[in-house]
């Protein structure tokens, strides 16, 4: 038998027994599925993380507002860094680097109901006087409320799932005060009409 022969047999014999031969199926299903497994497991991951933050998020707009709003005397800058520094805590385990937070108070008009801010402390203030949107709801004229605006940088871990550069998650507050008519930072006393 010729060497073009036996090499033509051989092909033959194992296409023939190919359909049977089961070795090795394992290893590439295994290397079909991992890269989507992987990419299904770090996005939910992310994606948990990504709540998370957001979650804490709100809760910190409403933890400043809060305690702002809870104020009965003049509120002095120590107080209001009290106020920031047990807010920050809440963001735990996060990093609070990318954590922006501010604290105003408006004054609703009560002949426009427009919001104009009396006082804004924090990372973005607000000037003085300024106009605020605020919901038709609570445009009581001749009221205060205490607004409260956070917004965080969330850079996931793992880039390749979610937006590498990162997704910025805020949200907003507003209480009216509660032991007093206003809460009175730089001024002797609320705004008369």
């Known amino acids: 038998m010729s060497l073009v022969s036996r090499i033509w047999l051989r092909i033959r014999r194992s296409a023939r027994d190919l359909p049977g031969d089961t070795r090795g199926i394992a290893a590439i299903e295994f290397a079909m599925i991992v890269p989507l497994m992987l990419v299904l497991f770090f996005g939910t991951v992310e994606f948990s993380s990504g709540v998370a ?17 809870q104020q009965d005397t003049k509120i002095i800058d120590s107080t209001f860094t ?12 996060y990093s609070a680097t ?19 801010v009396q006082w804004s402390k924090g990372d973005a203030p607000r000037g003085a006087g300024s106009t605020v949107a605020i919901p038709a709801a609570l445009a009581v004229g001749d ?46 006393a609320c705004t008369t009409t």
């Open 53 to 69: 933050v957001d979650r804490k998020v709100t809760l910190m707009a409403r933890t400043l507002s809060d305690l702002t709003s």
């Open 98 to 116: 990318p954590l922006k937070s501010t604290i105003t108070e408006l004054y609703i008009d009560p002949t426009t109901k427009a919001a104009r």
């Open 143 to 188: 009221t205060y409320l205490i607004y409260s605006e956070v917004s965080y940088l969330y850079v996931p871990a793992v880039g390749y799932v979610m937006a590498k550069a990162g997704i910025n998650l805020s949200d907003v507050n507003f209480t009216r005060p509660r032991y007093s008519r206003c809460v009175m930072y730089n001024t002797t």
């Open 82 to 93: 009290n106020i920031f520094n047990a807010s920050t805590g809440i963001m735990t385990p």
